[in-house]
């Protein structure tokens, strides 16, 4: 399995509302990843896990909430997001020196409401 | 400090003739490895190319070849024989293989000409 698996791949939601976006990757990758990426603009790092342990946290609001609950999993939760979230969130996953198997999943498209 | 540089927006190629897209980065460290990526309407980020910093041949993987200019620091991608389905965004992007970010450029957006 060289895959990284992304749910749901299109998510609508409202300014209230309480979501989860997940990633889970069976590659033995120990490394994993949420990007942020508006339209037509590069890939933006939002978390780094490193060992099911947050290594970096880009300076990221608190309505953006990451878990990684096994070396396989990787969550973001979200609440009481703006519309100016609205973006594709990608996932991605590698050994933990990058370099080796850097691999993205294919997205969730969010738009908040 | 941008890292990665990609000088085209945007890039038009007719369909069947090879097209060159430009990247250039800036590190003084010595163990790195450069990517290419190409990015379709639909979202997916999908990998092409890789070339690490010690590799002395240039990197190739079927239509795509990476023309990797070290002491210009350079790693440009070379598409041959375009086709329509090529017609997508290109990042170029570095990371430090004692590292775990990536450095991505701001992208070039690629349209296939019938």
Redesign the interface.
Known sequence: DTEVTQTPKHLVMGMTNKKSLKCEQHMGHR?M?WYK?KA????E?MF?Y?YEKL??NESVPSRFSPECPNSSLLNLHLHALQPEDSA?Y?C?S?H????FG???G??T?LTVV | AQKITQTQPGMFVQEKEAVTLDCTYDTSDQS??L?W?KQPS????I?LI?Q?SYDEQNATEGRYSLNFQKARKSANLVISASQLGDSA?Y?CAM????????Y????T?LTVIP
């Open positions: 490394a990843y990426q037509k603009k590069p890939p790092l780094v490193s290594s970096i594709l990608l991605a590698s933990t020196r990058t370099g850097y691999t993205f294919s997205g498209r | 790195y490895g990517f990526y639909s979202g997916e980020m990998f890789y690490g965004m990042f990371t430090y293989l004692t590292g775990n970010q990536f991505f450029g701001t992208g957006s």
